[in-house]
């Protein structure tokens, strides 16, 4: 499966952005999707994922109650809806697929990666 994300930009702090990632090949609804972020010299870390019905998501805390992960499997998108954002949430963000059940938040379980997409939070 081929993924593509899109959607990043500069916004001030409290603002708001979607990211969007389209997946081609095989039907999205066969991976778990997941974002994760990468700031520089930093490593990259875990965001959400959304199981493949979209019954069942998970964030981390650094983003709990902020970012909303969703998934339109007729469409083979995934979204990360961005609230409240804070310079902290600077970063490249990538969208990726698992074909794994367990163990969700580690970059290494996910098998498909989009190219990133960049997002920059003025303070």
């Known amino acids: 499966v081929q993924l593509q994300a899109f959607g990043g930009g500069l916004v001030q702090a409290g603002g708001s952005l979607r990211l969007s990632c389209a997946a081609s090949?095989?039907?999205?609804?066969?991976?778990?999707m997941g974002w994760f972020r990468q700031a520089p010299g930093k490593e990259r870390e875990f965001v959400a994922h959304?199981?493949?019905?979209?019954?069942?998501?998970y964030y981390a805390d650094s983003v709990k109650g902020r970012f909303t992960i969703s998934r339109d499997n007729a469409e083979n998108t995934v979204y990360l809806q961005m609230n409240s954002l804070k310079p902290e949430d600077t970063a490249v963000y990538y969208c990726?697929?698992?074909?794994?059940?367990?163990?969700?938040?580690?970059?290494?379980?996910?098998?498909?990666w989009g190219q990133g997409t960049e997002v920059t939070v003025s303070s």
């Open positions: 090949g095989r039907a999205s609804i066969n991976y778990v």
């Open positions: 990726a697929a698992s074909s794994r059940y367990v163990n969700l938040t580690p970059p290494s379980s996910y098998d498909y």
């Open positions: 959304i199981r493949r019905s979209g019954s069942s998501t």
